[in-house]
C-alpha cells in the first residue's frame, strides 16, 4: 500500500471533485506532519471532501514530478492550480 511517505519525495496528489469539477493539491507535507509518513494514500483518499460543494469525491489524481520536481518547484506547491490538458473544442 502507498504510503504519504512513498509520494512526498517525486509525485504530487491532486484531489478531484467529480459534480464540481474542483481540483486541489493535496498538502503532503501537512499530511505527514500531522499523521507520519506511514499514513496509507487509500486513508488520504477516503477522507477527501470538497471545499467548494462540500461533497466526498474519494477521486485523486497521482502525478509524478521526478525527484527534482520537489527541490525546484517548492514555490509549484502553494500553487492549487493543476496541469491543465488541452482540448479541441
Ligand atoms: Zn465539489
Known sequence: MQTLADMVHAFRLYAVCDPCHRVALVDLDTLIARNGGDYPIERVRMRLKCESCGKRSQAIRIVYVGPEG??????????????????NC
Open 70 to 87: 520537489r527541490a525546484s518547484g517548492f514555490r509549484y506547491a502553494r500553487n492549487s492550480q493543476p496541469p491543465t490538458v488541452d482540448r
